[in-house]
């Protein structure tokens, strides 16, 4: 499979846990975004990188998210003290040069924040 | 801040027919990308179809078109014969510069 892959699928943590996740975009692809998505939103920006390079970030993404791209491959999302607004599903993204290309998502994590 | 606008939640159209999908947006800029992803029951989003903002034909694929009315900045998706495998959530999207925006979405339904 050579699609964009994150894991974990499903993820239920208790209020206040820290959580990561991660994503694997398609091998080519220098980009990738993170978006998060409520039930019956669309999905919304959260951040973006450009290979290693972390360019732009939401104002959505409090002081309690962090994301990285260490090696320019995968990324990583982490949720620090997570609050039951937490809850929603996180889509992972990632297309190549030239800009404006086509986003290819992965199917998702969806975190539950009990 | 780009905006995007679906002012439809939901539609539902007869397997066979046309339907079309509406879509706003707001923006100052004149060279964007717009989008319509699909996204089934199991939530992986898919290309349906884009558009270049310096284009002005519409773009097709099979049975999916777009009208594109660049003053009026408006992006609507017409299907064609529809197909039960259509039934999903449509998400327009707005893209500058690898910034991609998306609309709350229309949920379409597919009546056999």
């Known amino acids: 499979d050579t699609g964009v892959s994150q894991n974990p699928r499903h993820k239920i943590t208790k209020r206040g846990q820290n959580v990561t996740f991660r994503c694997d975009p398609i091998?080519?692809?220098?980009?990738l975004y993170w978006y998060r998505q409520t039930l019956g939103q669309g999905p919304e920006f959260l951040t973006y990188?450009?290979?290693?390079?972390?360019?732009?970030k939401s104002r959505l993404l409090s002081d309690r998210f962090s994301a990285e791209r260490p090696k320019g491959s995968f990324s990583t999302l982490e949720i620090q003290r997570t609050e039951q607004g937490d809850s929603a599903m996180y889509l992972c993204a990632s297309s190549r040069n030239p800009k404006n290309t086509e986003a290819f998502f992965g199917q998702g994590t969806r975190l539950t924040v009990v | 801040a780009q905006t995007v606008t679906q002012s439809q939640p939901e539609m539902s159209v007869q397997e066979a027919e046309t339907v079309t999908l509406s879509c706003t947006y707001d923006t100052s800029e004149s060279d964007y990308y717009l989008f319509w992803y699909k996204q089934p029951p199991s939530r992986q989003m898919i290309l349906v179809i884009r558009q270049e903002a310096y284009k002005q034909q519409n773009a097709t694929e099979n049975r999916f078109s777009v009208n594109f009315q660049k003053a009026a900045k408006s992006f609507s998706l017409k299907i064609s014969d529809s197909q039960l495998g259509d039934a999903a959530m449509y998400f327009c999207a707005y893209c500058l510069d690898n910034d991609m925006r998306f609309g709350a979405g229309t949920r379409l339904t597919v009546k056999p």
């Open positions: 990188f450009q290979n290693e390079a972390q360019l732009e």
């Open positions: 091998s080519e692809h220098n980009r």
